[in-house]
């Protein structure tokens, strides 16, 4: 019972310094409290929220840049038709020949890496 009594008197003596002037207002208030939180321990904590931040942005860049490129590498039909023809191209120019699935593996690894 005395804490709810001390908490309505702190009340009603705030309201009262702002009535009087003492305090402008309750926004003028936050905005000295705020100056006196960006100070010392204030900008610390402010600092490691900024690092902390960082990390997880840079982390999520990561991994969509990730996604993106195994999108972009990704062949369609007609580039795997051509990388094909290629490919039958320099075999040939060397008297070689591979079995249609070892060709494919080839050009699988080759858009994958």
């Not at 795997?80 to 040939?92: E, R």
Request: proline share 3%.
């Amino acid at each position: 019972m005395l804490r709810v009594a001390s908490v309505t008197a702190g009340r009603a003596v705030r309201r009262a310094a702002c009535a009087e002037g003492l305090v402008a207002t309750p926004s003028a208030r936050r905005a000295v409290g705020g100056e006196i939180a960006a100070g010392g321990m204030g900008r610390k904590w402010e600092d490691k929220e900024h690092g902390q931040e960082a990390v997880y942005f840079d982390k999520e860049d990561r991994e969509l840049l990730r996604k993106l490129a195994k999108k972009a590498n990704k062949p369609n039909e007609a580039q795997l038709k051509q990388d094909m023809t290629q490919l039958d191209a320099i075999l040939s120019k060397h008297n070689a020949s591979l079995p249609d699935a070892c060709k494919t593996e080839i050009l699988q690894f080759k858009h994958a890496h």
